[in-house]
């Protein structure tokens, strides 16, 4: 099978039949991380672009060093600032890159829609690493590989998403995914950290942890930004603790198999505790590590790669 | 200058007129509407047979940009006057945010001369409500318009301040100066890309909420009550304006409220693929919203259709969408995209002409709108059969910033005259119809 698409913008485009050729492929390519050398040819000669705009230290990692272990050449392009601030705009940074012959370019950016715009401009392949709040469509894929490793299946698992769902990419994309894999999702969070009419999407809303994680098989906590108290979307971080941190307190409420999952990077104290972060549950390393697996899997199949 | 129109089918709600008969039209004027109509023996009258076209009074459009000073690469006066002609306008007013803003009379005074010299169509400047449009100080309403300044607004920009609002109505109502209101609590706006509601949800984008209209026009509606004043609200975008204003007419209060085409023909649905040509101010609603606005237009809650054309150059939208500059162009589209809420049987089509002739010529106690003999001889000659596509390379307008374009749409302005001069003409092309004899 190949994947028949040039880009990788959201979850919400990918059907099952595809999103499962991603976590095939991807289940395949971890071995070649535990290898001494860990470097195959397969994208010799292919050029990877990672084009940040936003601060990024485990995503662009992650497709770097996915893309050397497959041989390709990769640059990373750090803009500290938006195109508005920077003086060029994205649509002419995108174009100088397309002169330039890569065969894959991975952006980051902060405004909703950066990377829809520039797959509509260039030749080459573009690979969402999170817009906005739009999607982080590798990091969804992450997560489901994680899942399905240690659950065995995707389908019918009760997930809970706890946090900042409306400014939450990942929340997007893993909703779009789970839900797609035949999962029963729930958003949990205090009503300002919920978007409207949320529920069209297919999730139930709760404003409570302790409801949302009842008998969960897996809880994802979400990053809280201490920025977002200035615009009062929660009164205090301490407040926001007590309320929704994932602790020794409440993880009982879950499944006595449930995964404890976060995109990273965590807050502890604030919405985990460290001994749930680090403890039996938790499962955030292995999600960084199958990072590495999907972003090549992607980078492989992208380029032409079958699986 | 003198004409003799023969055969086309008259609509002038301002007469509550709709039938075939002739005009004559002598020095610029309108001299008499009747049947059969023989030529005076006036020098140099032409005779013109319409058979198969409508006429009605110029087409008014009470909310336009113009850009011009200031923002020149976006629009001029000459270009937006010639997009305005050829989307059957004989008048336009136009809105103060230019650079400078025209907050004192010289800008009036600038915008005045610029629209003579090109000539094509009525200009009306509408000056800022408070200086700089800052939301502060008032401008010199009075100077302004003994300039040529006919309404007061700092669209763009609501007046958040009510105590500089309250003062604004009681000071322009005493010298009979409409004031325009942009409603938009900034607060709850605030950062925004577009209308609040699922489709934000899904695309991740800052969100609108619909009260932040509401809201705004709750508090001018209730100034506008107090101070015994009268108020117009500018492109109403929601279901609660809508709702707020139609009680407000009911309980007697002077409102009147226009809305623009894309209000009641795109959704926030339409910027699903991220489209900046489809990023506006107010944003596009959701469904409910576009459902109350046409139901608004129908009930007469809603008085007028304005373009709120805004002109916008490429390097302003072909950023980023949160980045995008908001607004498009109308002047030429907005006959057409309002004439089908005649085909849905929302309007008919005589109530569609007033609200964009008869109606805002009222509301800003302009000339025109009629075609009352006596009257200056501005028209629009109508084709609602004629098919057309919007397209790119047709815009006269020297921004392209449409979301319609590739759109299919019946019916469209085939002849301008302002003062019985011909601004715009295409029924040269199009051999079906006969040209004047």
Not at chain 2, 16 to 44: A, C, F, T, W
Not at chain 2, 46 to 51: I, K, R, T
Not at chain 2, 70 to 98: D, H, L
Request: with cysteine.
């Amino acid at each position: 099978m190949i994947l028949e698409r040039k880009d990788i913008l959201g979850i919400k485009e990918l059907s099952k039949d595809e999103i499962l050729l991603i976590l095939d492929t991807a289940d395949s390519f971890i071995e070649i991380s535990t290898r001494e050398i860990k470097k195959v040819p397969t994208l010799r000669g292919k050029t990877v672009i990672n084009l940040f705009y936003e601060a990024s230290t485990r995503t662009r990692t992650s497709f770097e060093i996915a893309a050397k272990r497959l041989s390709a050449d990769t640059i990373n392009i750090s803009a500290s600032t938006s195109s508005v601030v920077k003086g060029e705009t994205l649509l002419d940074t995108a174009r100088n890159l397309e002169a330039m012959n890569p065969d894959v370019i991975v952006i980051r950016h902060s405004a909703a829609g950066a990377p829809h715009m520039l797959a509509g401009m260039v030749k080459q392949s573009i690979i969402n690493a999170g817009d906005g709040a739009h999607e982080h469509p590798t990091q969804a894929l992450l997560d489901m590989m994680t899942i399905r490793a240690k659950k065995g299946r995707l389908e019918n698992l009760n997930i809970a998403i706890v946090g900042d769902i409306a400014h939450s990419r990942v929340a997007r994309s893993n909703i779009y995914g789970l839900k797609k894999m035949g999962a029963q999702v729930t958003v949990a969070g205090p009503a300002t950290m919920i978007p409207r009419d949320i529920e069209q999407m297919g999730v139930t809303v709760y404003s409570s942890l302790d409801e949302a994680i009842k008998e969960v098989d897996v809880i994802m906590m979400l990053r809280i930004q201490i920025e977002r108290q200035q615009q009062n979307i929660f009164p205090s971080l301490r407040e926001y603790a007590q309320r929704f941190c994932l602790s020794k307190k409440n993880i009982s409420l879950a499944k006595e198999d449930v995964l404890v999952m976060h995109p990273g990077p965590i807050n502890r104290g604030v919405e985990i505790s460290p001994d749930i972060a680090d403890g039996p549950y938790s499962v955030i390393l292995d999600q960084v590590t199958n990072g590495v697996a999907v972003r090549m899997a992607l980078l492989y199949l992208l380029t032409g790669g079958k699986a | 200058m003198n004409w003799l129109i023969k055969g086309a089918r008259i609509i002038d709600p301002s007469q509550h007129i709709d039938g075939q008969m002739d005009i004559l039209i002598e020095d610029g004027k309108i001299v008499k509407l009747g049947r059969n109509l023989s030529p005076s023996r006036k020098k140099g009258l032409d005779s013109m047979e319409l058979a198969g076209l409508v006429v009605t009074p110029g087409l008014v459009d009470m909310h336009t940009h113009l850009r011009e000073p200031g923002f020149e690469y976006k629009e001029t006066i000459q270009t937006g006057s010639e997009a305005a002609c050829a989307g059957g306008f004989t008048a336009i007013a136009c809105m103060p945010n230019t650079n400078p803003v025209n907050d004192t009379r010289s800008v009036t005074e600038f915008i005045l001369r610029k629209a003579t010299e090109t000539n094509l169509v009525n200009v009306y400047p509408i000056a800022a409500i408070t200086m700089q449009s800052q939301g502060n100080a008032l401008a010199e309403f009075w100077d302004l318009k003994e300039a040529g300044a006919i309404a007061l607004s700092d669209d763009g920009k609501p007046v958040m301040d009510s105590a500089v609002m309250r003062r604004a109505l009681e000071y322009a109502h005493s010298l009979g100066l409409p004031i325009i209101s942009h409603c938009e609590d900034t607060c709850l706006s605030s950062g925004g890309a577009m209308h609040e509601g699922f489709a934000s949800t899904e695309l991740g984008l800052p969100g609108i909420p619909g009260i932040a209209e509401d809201i705004m026009v709750a508090r001018d509606l209730l100034l506008a009550e107090y101070t015994r004043s009268s108020i117009h609200i500018a492109h109403v975008s929601t279901a609660g304006s809508v709702r707020l204003i139609r009680d407000a007419k009911n309980r007697g209060i002077k409102v009147t409220a226009e809305t623009a085409p894309h209000y009641f023909t795109l959704t926030d649905d339409d910027l699903r693929t991220y489209n900046v040509n489809a990023k506006v101010y107010p944003p596009l609603r959701g469904k409910d919203d576009v459902e109350a606005i046409k139901e608004g237009l129908r009930d007469g809650t809603i008085d007028a259709i304005a373009s709120d054309h805004a002109p916008h150059a490429l390097t302003d939208k072909e950023v980023e969408f949160e980045y995008a500059a908001s607004g498009m162009i109308g002047l030429e589209t907005s006959l057409g995209l309002s004439l089908r809420l005649v085909s849905a049987d929302i309007l008919t089509l005589n109530q569609l002409i007033e609200k964009m002739s008869a109606h805002p010529a009222r509301i800003l106690r302009i000339p025109g709108g009629t075609l009352r003999p006596g009257a200056p001889a501005d028209l629009t000659i109508i084709d609602l059969q004629r098919s057309w596509t919007v397209s790119r390379e047709a815009i006269r307008s020297r921004s392209k910033n449409t979301p319609f374009i590739g759109w299919d749409l019946t019916g469209k302005a085939v002849m301008t005259m302002k003062g019985g001069v011909v601004t715009y003409d295409e029924l040269n092309d199009c051999h079906e119809h006969p040209r004047h004899s």
